[in-house]
């Protein structure tokens, strides 16, 4: 009878065994992720044994150490951009110096001058112009008392500035919880960088009238003639200048009047119309000038894209780990 007791009370330790091992498997089966079925299964054959995933420790190490060096090394990099730019704070309160720029075009030279660039603005400009019709010389230059705002440069720089008070505001005494912290603070800086690249490579369509209205045409002395428009933009790392010489179409015209859009260069024969009077473009004229530190913001924002990028994809290498709970 003893034996019989003692056979009974082994079968109810391994009914316990069996069944805990059941509801083990059960729950390792429904979980969620990989990560939480590798924590599972390692309590199951340690029975408790808790000991951290090699990759798990390497995940706390990438959040809590290598997150930070990649926020600094983004934060020098920046530094420069914005230098570059001649940022408020950078470190000077002097005004930005005068560069002068000489216009040039593989294509004509019917447009020649100087372009002199202060920052972000344009304070000087002396051009020269070779009238096609009877090759009179038209000379073109900006008043003393006025300076054209380049509001490219402008925008391009005020978005550097806001990714690095994004990234100011995250130093090493900040200790990110989770991936998606990164993530988020990673994309927000992105989403500057890509706007200030943009407002570069990427120079407004303006339509005729729209040039027509514009300030510019009212920074030269003397006046400039009627028959003439100018227009100035950032394309990539060049300071562009375009001249359009115009004519009126006479009420009579067998021309069939079709207003053009908005384009960053119009070609000749585009049609506008301006107060009473439809006018028709007869010559285009660009030329252009390399800015170098613009080009070296550039090469900037794409290296600083390139490590954002970079540390996103090693923070979604561990996502199983952080995508359901902090570190």
Same mark, same amino acid.
């Given at each position: 009878?003893?034996?019989?007791?003692?056979?009974?009370?082994?079968?109810?330790?391994?009914?316990?065994?069996?069944?805990?091992?059941?509801?083990?498997?059960?729950?390792?089966?429904?979980?969620?992720?990989?990560?939480?079925?590798?924590?599972?299964?390692?309590?199951?054959?340690?029975?408790?044994?808790?000991?951290?995933?090699?990759?798990?420790?390497?995940?706390?190490?990438?959040?809590?150490?290598?997150?930070?060096?990649? #926020?600094? %090394?983004? $934060? /020098?990099?920046?530094?420069?951009? &914005?230098?570059?730019?001649? *940022?408020?704070?950078?470190?000077? =309160? !002097?005004?930005?110096?005068?560069?002068?720029?000489?216009?040039?075009?593989?294509?004509?030279?019917?447009?020649?001058?100087?372009?002199?660039?202060?920052?972000?603005?344009?304070?000087?400009?002396?051009?020269?112009?070779?009238?096609?019709?009877?090759?009179?010389?038209?000379?073109?230059?900006?008043?003393?008392?006025?300076?054209?705002? #380049?509001? %490219?440069? $402008? /925008?391009?720089?005020?978005?550097? &500035?806001?990714?690095?008070? *994004?990234?100011?505001?995250?130093? =090493? !005494?900040?200790?990110?919880?989770?991936?998606?912290?990164?993530?988020?603070?990673?994309?927000?800086?992105?989403?500057?960088?890509?706007?200030?690249?943009?407002?570069?490579?990427?120079?407004?369509?303006?339509?005729?009238?729209?040039?027509?209205?514009?300030?510019?045409?009212?920074?030269?002395?003397?006046?400039?003639?009627?028959?003439? #428009?100018?227009?100035?933009?950032?394309?990539?790392?060049?300071?562009?200048?375009?001249?359009?010489?115009?004519?009126?179409?006479?009420?009579?015209?067998?021309?069939?009047?079709?207003?053009?859009?908005?384009?960053?260069?119009?070609?000749?024969?585009?049609?506008?119309?301006?107060?009473?009077?439809?006018?028709?473009?007869?010559?285009?004229?660009?030329?252009?000038?390399?800015?170098?530190?613009?080009?070296?913001?550039?090469?900037?924002?794409?290296?600083?894209?390139?490590?954002?990028?970079?540390?996103?994809?090693?923070?979604?290498?561990?996502?199983?780990?952080?995508?359901?709970?902090?570190?």
């Amino acid at each position: 009878m003893p034996r019989a007791g003692a056979g009974v009370g082994h079968s109810r330790e391994e009914s316990g065994g069996l069944r805990w091992a059941a509801a083990e498997t059960m729950a390792t089966a429904m979980a969620a992720t990989a990560a939480e079925r590798a924590v599972l299964v390692s309590r199951a054959a340690g029975f408790g044994d808790h000991r951290t995933d090699p990759q798990e420790e390497e995940f706390r190490w990438l959040l809590h150490a290598e997150v930070h060096a990649v #926020l600094r %090394q983004l $934060q /020098d990099i920046l530094k420069e951009a &914005s230098l570059r730019f001649a *940022l408020p704070g950078s470190g000077t =309160e !002097s005004p930005a110096k005068q560069e002068n720029f000489i216009l040039g075009s593989c294509g004509t030279d019917q447009v020649k001058g100087v372009l002199t660039l202060q920052g972000d603005a344009l304070s000087q400009a002396d051009v020269n112009l070779k009238m096609p019709r009877n090759n009179q010389l038209l000379h073109l230059a900006f008043r003393e008392d006025k300076q054209w705002k #380049l509001q %490219q440069i $402008q /925008d391009a720089r005020n978005h550097v &500035s806001q990714a690095i008070y *994004l990234l100011a505001h995250r130093d =090493e !005494s900040y200790q990110f919880k989770t991936g998606a912290e990164v993530l988020k603070l990673m994309d927000a800086v992105m989403l500057q960088l890509t706007r200030a690249r943009n407002r570069l490579t990427t120079p407004a369509t303006l339509t005729l009238p729209e040039i027509a209205a514009s300030g510019l045409t009212r920074m030269f002395a003397p006046s400039l003639p009627s028959d003439l #428009l100018v227009n100035v933009y950032i394309n990539l790392n060049k300071l562009c200048l375009t001249v359009y010489q115009l004519h009126a179409l006479q009420p009579n015209s067998t021309k069939n009047f079709r207003p053009a859009g908005g384009a960053v260069l119009h070609s000749p024969g585009a049609m506008f119309e301006w107060g009473s009077q439809r006018l028709e473009v007869s010559h285009v004229h660009k030329v252009e000038c390399v800015i170098p530190w613009l080009n070296d913001a550039l090469v900037y924002f794409t290296v600083s894209l390139q490590l954002c990028q970079q540390l996103k994809d090693k923070i979604s290498v561990f996502s199983s780990y952080w995508s359901y709970r902090p570190f």
